[in-house]
């Protein structure tokens, strides 16, 4: 392949980042713009300058750059990496600890070889945190929601997918048997996935997958060592923001964003401001936090009282004491804390707030009654 086909195929993958920057900032985030106005004018908020982004420009334009340079870095390891010679001479990123003690006057076949295993792997993942990155920034860009963060979330995924990957990689090789564990094979069996030749066949692919959810990659590798375990307190619950109904993947990552990890975070979030710094609907993001506060008060029970059609804590203090004695009789609630609960949300006047500015946010039609009548006689 000719070099300026290579440079061509490289400005075609990486001119998207700074056209989606341009696009977004000179088209949509106008309407963003009106959006925010329109919640400060009905919210009556004495000093909007607390949520608006100082100097937009300069740091969408600093994000961009970041991400672009990367890009640049890492598509021109897939077109030149081999013509540059980088495998030729052997380096710790791509060697490892497998290259320690060799001759490269005696041992260059083996060295080329291992390092263009992990040449492959480490642009596997970039490629699979390329992919990711590029349909969040769509994702991002049609909810008017692309700001700097997003793109700086991309380069340090890129970035740490990489190196991740390169981890695996050197770890398949010093302990072939690692990978046929990842497969659930707790006794690999023979000429299976134990090898150098096989491990570099299997972990183009496992790299790939890694860019793409580099923190599940990351999880099963401190799970394999007991001294990395987090040890977990039997008296907390564990309440991942997969428990809240409508969150994706892309909606999970924008809010941990915003420093939002878990249930607890969501359910005792100051509202307000999260309403300026997210893309999302006032009704949206308030079902979200009801939705929190109830897996918060319920944990895994929260199950049975979908069941029943309750999806938030608003829904469960409109039931008298009679409606909760039958929800006792087909759930794994008592009564006690059923009743203990709506006793300590009835209390709770925040989340009558939320509802009240759910109603006024949310309201974009004033209907009228006589315009509609008049409307139907014609």
Same mark, same amino acid.
């Given at each position: 392949?000719?070099?300026?086909?290579?440079?061509?195929?490289?400005?075609?993958?990486?001119?998207?980042? %700074?056209?989606?920057?341009?696009?977004?900032?000179?088209?949509?985030?106008?309407?963003?713009?009106?959006?925010?106005?329109?919640?400060?004018?009905?919210?009556?908020?004495?000093?909007?300058?607390?949520?608006?982004?100082?100097?937009?420009?300069?740091?969408?334009?600093? =994000?961009?750059?970041?991400?672009? @340079?990367?890009?640049?870095?890492?598509?021109?390891?897939?077109?030149?990496?081999?013509?540059?010679?980088?495998?030729?001479?052997?380096?710790? #990123?791509?060697?490892?600890?497998?290259?320690?003690?060799?001759? %490269? =006057?005696?041992?260059?076949?083996?060295?080329?070889?291992?390092?263009?295993? =992990?040449?492959?792997?480490?642009?596997?993942?970039?490629?699979?945190?390329? #992919?990711?990155?590029?349909?969040?920034?769509?994702?991002?860009?049609?909810?008017?929601?692309?700001?700097?963060?997003?793109?700086?979330?991309?380069?340090?995924?890129?970035?740490?997918?990489?190196?991740?990957?390169?981890?695996?990689?050197? @770890?398949?090789?010093?302990?072939?048997?690692?990978?046929?564990?990842?497969?659930?094979?707790?006794?690999?069996? %023979?000429?299976?996935?134990?090898?150098?030749?096989?491990?570099?066949?299997?972990?183009?692919?496992?790299?790939?997958?890694?860019?793409?959810?580099?923190?599940?990659?990351?999880?099963?590798?401190? !799970?394999?060592?007991?001294?990395?375990?987090?040890?977990?307190? %039997?008296?907390?619950?564990?309440?991942?923001?997969?428990?809240?109904?409508?969150?994706?993947?892309?909606?999970?990552?924008?809010?941990?964003?915003?420093?939002?990890?878990?249930?607890?975070?969501?359910?005792?979030?100051?509202?307000?401001?999260? #309403?300026?710094?997210?893309?999302?609907?006032?009704?949206?993001?308030?079902?979200?936090?009801?939705? =929190?506060?109830?897996?918060?008060?319920?944990?895994?029970?929260?199950?049975? #009282?979908?069941?029943?059609?309750?999806?938030? +804590?608003?829904?469960?203090?409109?039931?008298?004491?009679?409606?909760?004695?039958?929800?006792?009789?087909?759930?794994?609630?008592?009564?006690?804390?059923?009743?203990?609960?709506?006793?300590?949300?009835?209390?709770?006047?925040?989340?009558?707030?939320?509802?009240?500015?759910?109603?006024?946010?949310?309201?974009?039609?004033?209907?009228?009654?006589? !315009?509609?009548?008049?409307? +139907?006689?014609?």
């Amino acid at each position: 392949m000719e070099i300026a086909t290579k440079i061509s195929i490289l400005i075609a993958f990486v001119i998207f980042i %700074p056209i989606s920057a341009a696009c977004y900032f000179y088209s949509r985030n106008t309407q963003r713009q009106t959006e925010v106005q329109r919640y400060l004018k009905i919210l009556k908020i004495k000093n909007p300058d607390l949520f608006q982004h100082q100097h937009p420009k300069l740091s969408l334009s600093v =994000a961009v750059f970041f991400v672009t @340079l990367l890009s640049v870095c890492f598509w021109g390891l897939i077109l030149f990496g081999e013509d540059s010679g980088i495998t030729k001479s052997a380096n710790y #990123l791509l060697g490892g600890a497998s290259i320690i003690g060799l001759d %490269p =006057a005696n041992n260059l076949d083996k060295i080329i070889q291992y390092q263009s295993g =992990a040449l492959l792997t480490l642009t596997m993942a970039f490629l699979g945190a390329y #992919l990711w990155g590029m349909q969040n920034i769509a994702r991002r860009y049609s909810m008017n929601d692309l700001i700097p963060a997003a793109y700086y979330n991309v380069g340090v995924r890129m970035i740490f997918s990489c190196i991740l990957a390169l981890v695996f990689y050197h @770890l398949s090789n010093i302990t072939p048997d690692i990978l046929s564990s990842m497969f659930g094979n707790s006794e690999p069996e %023979p000429n299976q996935l134990n090898t150098s030749s096989s491990s570099q066949m299997v972990m183009p692919v496992i790299a790939f997958l890694i860019g793409l959810f580099p923190q599940r990659g990351l999880k099963w590798l401190t !799970e394999k060592f007991s001294m990395f375990t987090q040890q977990s307190n %039997p008296s907390v619950r564990d309440l991942p923001l997969e428990m809240i109904e409508g969150i994706n993947m892309y909606d999970r990552v924008r809010l941990q964003e915003l420093g939002i990890d878990s249930c607890y975070d969501l359910a005792n979030t100051d509202y307000i401001p999260y #309403l300026f710094k997210s893309p999302y609907t006032p009704r949206i993001l308030i079902n979200w936090i009801l939705q =929190a506060k109830l897996c918060v008060y319920f944990g895994e029970h929260v199950k049975d #009282l979908r069941e029943h059609g309750i999806h938030t +804590v608003w829904q469960l203090k409109n039931y008298d004491e009679t409606a909760l004695k039958e929800l006792v009789k087909t759930t794994s609630l008592t009564e006690d804390t059923l009743m203990i609960v709506r006793r300590q949300i009835c209390e709770d006047s925040e989340i009558e707030r939320l509802i009240e500015a759910q109603l006024k946010l949310s309201q974009y039609w004033n209907k009228q009654s006589d !315009e509609v009548d008049i409307f +139907v006689k014609q």
